[in-house]
């Protein structure tokens, strides 16, 4: 008798093992997410055993006589029992599984940078990271806003319009499980990107500038000299009306893409000026260089 013992204690795969002998020890981890590697301790444990997770069977992947390895299958978040099977029998455990929602991770934000001065489609952005829920909040400065769509692995959201600097992206899934905040920036500065010859009378003349992020307020700087909006009869935006305007120049701010500069040369003669737009922050545009009368 001792010598089958001792066979069984060596080979225990050629003998067979009653279900309440198969004992766990330790469950590691027991708080997982779906697609967690758990290592259940114990034993000894049959070649044919299955661990069974509320109603859910499981085949372990490494099994052996005193531990055996298991990922946790698709389950809703929950208390879960932890059984053992083998032989067709089902035996409980002191243990259980609980089983969370997993942690969101935002990878990237892309774009990571924004203009102030953009359309809707400039302003779609990418959230790429990891499980998020199907039922996730979007959060934008500690407030939710609406997404275009939600992927395990992408959020897609337009961007409402918003002032220059440093914003905050996050990701909370259900049960108030949130990601890091992640950043996206967007651009305030000032930039000119061109400067079209426009109506030419006998005193003056007008010059369309181009460009981003010019505010209805924005200055234009002429070879050092300062150029305030003025009011246009009419228009649905109210400028400051400077008391001096030098040579009579005199800038429209028709959109945040575009100003028209109306200009009165006291010479015809071409020479090589600068323009600059300054925003009411400070904030100006690099240099602008053309020749003009």
Known sequence: MRNVLATCSLFFTLCPLSLAAQEIVSVIPSIVTVGTTVTVS????????????????????????????????????????????????????????????????????????????????????????????PSAQLLLDGAAIPVENIGETEINFIAPPLDGGLHHVQVVNPGDRKSLAFALFVNSLPEIHSVELGPDAVTHYELTIRGKNFLFNSTLVVDGISIN?????????????????????????????????????????????????????????????????
């Open 42 to 133: 114990g034993g000894p444990f049959a070649p044919d055993v299955r661990i069974v997770v509320g109603e859910r069977e499981v085949v372990p992947s490494r099994p052996g006589e005193q531990q055996m390895v298991f990922v946790v299958p698709p389950l809703e978040s929950g208390e879960y029992a932890l059984m053992l099977k083998s032989d067709g029998q089902v035996s409980p455990s002191p243990f259980s599984l609980r089983v969370v929602e997993a942690e969101p991770r935002i990878a990237a934000v892309s774009p990571g940078n924004i203009d102030e001065c953009s359309s809707a489609n400039e302003r779609r952005v990418t959230v790429l990271g990891e499980a998020f829920s």
């Open 229 to 293: 909006p003025v009011l246009v009869a009419g228009g649905t935006q109210v400028f400051m009306v400077p008391a001096v305007q030098p040579g009579n120049d005199t800038v429209r701010y028709i959109d945040c893409n575009t100003m028209v500069y109306t200009r009165h040369p006291v010479s015809r003669q071409a020479k090589r000026v600068s323009m600059q737009i300054v925003n009411p922050d400070g904030q100006p545009s690099p240099l602008f260089h053309l020749t003009i009368p």
